[in-house]
Every structure is written in C-alpha cells, then in structure tokens.
C-alpha cells in the first residue's frame, strides 16, 4: 500500500505539538506492517537546516495563485521516506510554523498551507511529476484541509483520507481566499468548503474525503455533538458510517523509563527503585522541599482554558496544604503564566512553576512526580496520560477523549481486577477535581494499593501497532 502523509510538523525535524509526534510514529508503524509511507511537510529554515542530503525530485511552477516551488526527497531519521516542498517565498522566515514572533498568525497562512495542499493533491492524481504513485493521500488537521477538495475536481485522484487532530482549528478564511487559491467557484458551498460565509480549510477536507479518522473512539462521538463540535457536528453525523475513531498511540522507545537518558537513575516494573531517585532530583532541581514521603503533582502543558490549567491554579492553595507539592512546566496565555508563576513565588519549597518548553524536564516531571494532572476540558486523544502511566505516575484526567479511552478509573472493581491506572473526574470544576485529587491521595497513601495501581499503567501496551493495522484497514476498504 503506498501511501503519501501529509502533515504540516514532523518530529524530530519541526515540532509544536502532538502532530508532529503522531506525524513521526504512525508511519513507521504503518511501514512495519509492509505500506509504503512517505510523509510530505513544508520546507521550514528548521528542516532543511536539519536534513543532512537531499535531491530535487519535481518542480511545481504556473500553479495559478501559488509562487513556484520544488519538492525534495530525503528521509527522516529513523528511514522514513521524506518529501520536502521547498518554497521559500512562503516557508523561509524566521518566527514560528503558524505565526510569527510576535504570536500573531502569518497573514499568507491560507496561501502557504493552500500550496501544501495543492501539492499533495497533484501528487495523489494523475497529472504528478513524481514516478511514485500514492494509492492512498492521508491529510492531517486543517493544514492539508484543502487537499481532498483539488482532488475532489481532479478524476482519477486517489483516495484520501482526513485525520482530525483538534476539531477547535479549522483554518477559517475570508471567502475570496476561494479565488487565490483556485479553488472551484463550486467548493464554495454549505454542501463543501463554506462555512458561515468563510473558507474553512478543515470543513473541506472533511466533506470531500473519501474517510474521516479522528484520534480516540470518545473524541470520535464527542464531536458530533453541540458541546464538541464546533459548528460541524451537522456534517460530522452525516459522514458518521465514514467517521473512524483510532486510539493515538505512543513513541514507546523514546518514553521508555527503563532507557530514558533525561532520567538520574532508569526503573522499570521489576526494580521501581529508580522512580523515588528521580522523585527526590526533581525536588531539588525545582527547588522543591527534598521530602521522599509528601506526594508530588506534576503538571506538563500548554497554558490554555482547554487543558484546564486555571482550575488547577485555582485549587493549589488548597492542594499543597493536604500537604503535598505542586510542579508546573508549559507556556501559552500570559495570564496563566504569570499567575502560575505568581503562585510559585508565594509557596516557595512546595510550588515551582517553569514558563516554557523544556524536553529533558518534561522526561523528568514524568518519572519524578507522583501524580500527574491532565483536567483537560476536551482532549481530542492525549499523549502525556499514557507517558504517565508508562512511568508508574497515575494520572488524573477529565473524562472526556482520550483521556476516558486510555485511563482506567481507580475504584474497587478495578482494583481487584487490576485494571486500575488512574484517577477519572466527570465534572469540569475546580471542586470536582479537588475531591478527585483526595480519592487519588487515599490510595497514595494504601501501601497495598499503591504499588499496584502504578504496575498497571506501566504494564498497559500503548504502543502503534493496533491503531496502525486499524488505519491499514481504512486505507484497504477505499482501494478495494
């Protein structure tokens, strides 16, 4: 099965995200159960900067409304075939993917992610320069949104599947955007890519592909309602016998505590002697009170209402007061920075709070705390859950997503069937995941139950593999 992935991030090369994780690991999945996978992403200063060899495969030049480009072939680190769209007039610039450095959105976003889809498009139909031919164009988020559109007035295309991410981004555009990126005057349409008199870039892409993914079963029926849908619920359900929800999966080499070189000291199910060793380090480092016995909540995210940072600041106070400890790591609204930051400065030795990405500390608050908090007020599917579990940190998640497909509730059912992995809370309040976090500390401090809880997550298979047979299946159902 040849298949082209196109994605606007891939990790290790250009990462904001969750994308670009899913972007790097569920092509080498799919590559191991025999597909042919290349991913297609823009060419970046960050990634041609990090691309050790490349050839010019194709040039693209008199597309109406686009400035030449040219496509490079190299490979990822890890093998997988890469194409490059290499057009500097729209990649080439300093700042950030989506926006510039200052945060405001590139103002030529819809021209730059308008090529990104026009090529992938040429390239799954028949008029492609390119030798290799995909039976299958797999899109990613509203980035490559418009792809199954061209394709749509292109006979003869493959087939093309569109993966929803996070339903809140749908790249909306003013409606003459439909002209600039020669697009049939016909798209524009509530049956197509119009959406409340706009261009949505994602409203197309999930009306015109042949399949819609999302990136959990929850998340999948989530969306079709008012509450999650975005104002595309309606279009959600009628596309409901095409609309699959697959379970992300995880980098299991790279979150791996038995290997993990971020860690002072590596553990694993058989030898959890390591887990207290980079407990204690990461009190120190933040400067935290060195106590091997007060439970320690660690929290890794980005500073948004989604992931319900605000409730958490809101029940601090009364969090480290039970006592226990609270580390923070992540950056985005200034308010939530500064008042995490704020909190920090009055709890010294009990509150530490870091504005900012940091991979190597991310590592470590994993393996470090004892908890790990996720309030997310919706989670299209997570990943920091599963690397919780993964590092014997039981986590603490609002049910919704994701976060409901992945974490296992801990009561006395699951207990006794040793299912038990983490701490559900079904309100979106701050009272709601108090009370959460007390039922979490009870069992904290069962010197029976602990263990156990914390063995089960470590044990759960968060792997690729299935998700990746389950898209292989999707790819095989459109090609016949």
């Avoid at 976003?109 to 030798?131: C, H, Q, T, W, Y």
């Amino acid at each position: 099965m040849r298949v082209l992935f196109v994605t606007s991030e891939v990790a290790p090369l250009i990462k904001t995200g969750g994308l670009a994780d899913v972007s790097a690991a569920l092509p080498i999945a799919l590559r191991r159960l025999g597909d042919d996978v290349r991913v297609l992403v823009p060419g970046y200063p960050q990634v041609l900067k990090a691309l050790e060899s490349f050839k010019i495969e194709a040039y693209f030049s008199g597309i109406a409304g686009f400035p030449d480009a040219r496509l490079f072939t190299s490979t990822l680190p890890d093998g997988v075939p890469l194409w490059v769209l290499d057009c500097p007039a729209l990649f080439q610039r300093n700042g950030g993917i989506y926006q510039d450095e200052t945060g405001i959105d590139w103002a030529d976003n819809a021209l730059r992610f308008g090529l990104l889809s026009k090529v992938a498009a040429i390239m799954g139909g028949p008029e492609s320069p390119v030798d290799w031919k995909p039976q299958v164009v797999h899109c990613n988020d509203w980035q490559t949104g418009l792809t199954p559109a061209y394709m749509h007035f292109s006979p003869g295309s493959a087939p093309c599947v569109m993966a929803i991410h996070n339903l809140a981004f749908q790249g909306v555009f003013p409606p003459q955007t439909v002209a600039e990126l020669a697009l049939p005057a016909e798209s524009f349409h509530p049956h197509g890519a119009e959406y409340y008199g706009n261009l949505s870039f994602l409203k197309a892409g999930l009306y015109y592909a042949n399949h819609v993914t999302t990136v959990s079963p929850t998340y999948a029926e989530e969306i079709q309602t008012e509450a999650l849908g975005f104002g595309l619920q309606g279009l959600l359900k009628n596309r409901n016998k095409s609309l699959s929800g697959i379970l992300n999966g995880i980098d299991a080499s790279e979150w791996n505590p038995a290997t993990d070189t971020a860690l002072v000291q590596n553990y694993d199910v058989k030898n959890m002697a390591g887990k207290l060793a980079n407990k204690l380090e990461l009190q120190q480092r933040m400067g935290l009170k060195v106590d091997a016995e007060v439970p320690l909540f660690g929290l890794v995210s980005r500073f948004t209402h989604q992931k319900g940072l605000d409730i958490v600041l809101e029940i601090a106070p009364q969090l480290i007061s039970f006592p226990a400890q609270l580390v923070l790591l992540g950056s985005g609204d200034a308010t939530m920075q500064s008042n995490a930051q704020a909190l920090a400065r009055k709890y010294p030795g009990q509150v530490a709070a870091v504005v900012g990405f940091d991979e190597v500390l991310s590592h470590l608050i994993e393996a470090g705390a004892d908890m790990f908090l996720m309030p997310s007020r919706f989670e299209p599917c997570g990943l920091n859950q599963m690397y919780s579990q993964r590092y014997g940190t039981p986590p603490i998640v609002h049910a919704t997503g994701g976060l409901l497909d992945s974490v296992v509730d801990c009561n006395k059912v699951s207990l006794a069937n040793g299912l038990a992995s983490g701490f559900i809370f079904n309100k979106m309040t701050a009272h709601e995941l108090l009370i959460c976090i007390q039922r979490a500390l009870q069992i904290y401090h069962d010197k029976n139950a602990w263990p156990n809880v914390r063995l089960n997550g470590m044990n759960k298979d968060f792997g690729w593999q299935k998700s990746a047979a389950k898209y292989h299946e999707i790819y095989e159902s459109l090609t016949g």
